[in-house]
């Protein structure tokens, strides 16, 4: 019999499973595909690993890897980790970086508990963070987080490739484009995130994958966990798909959220309370993906970001809003080997207006080859469609509740004490010896693995 039994063998799984066997727990992780690793195989961004999660499972150092290149339709590129000429950048990098240290700090500690009874303490201690940087630095602050990161980005810099390439990937998970309101706050966070050495996902979760193996931990693959079990409103362990049932006493929850509470739990011990928090999580997905081999492509670089300006993401997210095709070229990531690009497309809403035919995933890869095609010279001969994952397919296939890779949207109200709720974001839950433990649950983000950190010491320290 386990102590603790992880349900989801994902990046924040694969940490928990690590941090809790370190203290001498006995561990049995559970992966409903046959392999772990989870959304590492979907993001392409490693530099959001948390420092504190390198240290503690004993990661070793990060292999360097290419920096990203912007590239527009009009042929003209940029390398974001190169020297940038836009005469606004080094002041705004500055200040960015300035102000890094007091943001991260709410990253790497439990959310505060904003409760009526909660102690005052942690509160105080997060707003003298931010008081620290000195007035002007903190009125910057709380100035610039709740506006428009095209009107934030723009009061610093010139170059409107250089803008659209910065604010892309922030703008990865929410429900958001350049124009809305808030939306340099997610800026602000994935700079926040982004404190150590990029690191390649797919060599991350093999890396998180050895240390789990090296700390002990008894991995299943293939084991798809169809309840949690629970007797007396107290956690008696999980029973997989195929009837076998795994006792223990505690089960920490590494997929999201929404799946935890209302599918794999009996509704009948469920508080509504707690039934309605998560029936109200935003996980409205937008990505898609695919491979494609590009024979006579001249690519620029091995990681690319395709767009043009602001208004390029503003028109990607407007065919968001209303459910549809792209009617613009679509903004891409574009990670290359050889000849496969590998596409990751961030404006394929899930809930597409007529579902997602065979001529809706026609139409799709056609758009994303033409976008390519406008950027990278030759990206069009001899294309041959290796995989094509509608937000759809990657729902079904990483038990992604409406295909959302981070189990949640990150936007002010579904972060910090509120992620994904005031009740939950805290690791715990109503019933005894279950918590949680997934992107969805406090800092959220991409590949970090702090949720999956925090969730253990809660359970290490309860």
Known sequence: MADIIIVGGGHNGLVAAATLAKAGRRVTLLERRENVGGVCELLMDGSTLSPEVVKALGLGAAEAVPSVVAADSEGRTLDLGGAIDDPGYAGWRRWVDQVRPAL?????????????????????????AVRKLGKKDMMELLRSAPSCVNDWLSEH?????LKAALMAPALHGTWMGPRSPTSAASLLLLEACRRGVGRAPAALATQLAEAVRGAGVEIETGADVARIRVEGGTVAGVELA???????????S????KTTLLNLLDPRVVPGKTAH??????VRGTLARLKLEC?????????????????HLERAFDDVKHRRLPTVPPPLEVLVDGNIATVNVWNAPFELDGGWTGDARTALTDAVVGSLARAVPGATDAVRVVEVMTPADLAQEYGLWGGHPMHGELALDQLGPMRPSMQLSRYTTPIKGLFL?????????GISGRPGLLAAKAILGR
């Open 295 to 311: 024979d006579g492509a001249q690519w620029p670089g091995t990681r690319l970001r395709i767009v043009d300006d602001p208004l």
């Open 437 to 445: 433990g997934s992107s969805g649950i406090h800092p959220g983000g």
């Open 242 to 252: 195929d009837g076998t049932p795994i006792d223990a006493p505690i089960v920490l």
């Open 254 to 257: 590494a997929v999201g959220p």
């Open 277 to 282: 928090q998560a029936e109200v999580i935003r």
């Open 157 to 161: 810099l010139e170059d409107e490739l």
């Open 104 to 128: 991260a700090a709410q990253l790497d500690g439990p959310a505060p508990d904003i409760g009526s009874t909660a102690p005052l303490m942690p509160l105080a201690k997060a707003g003298l």
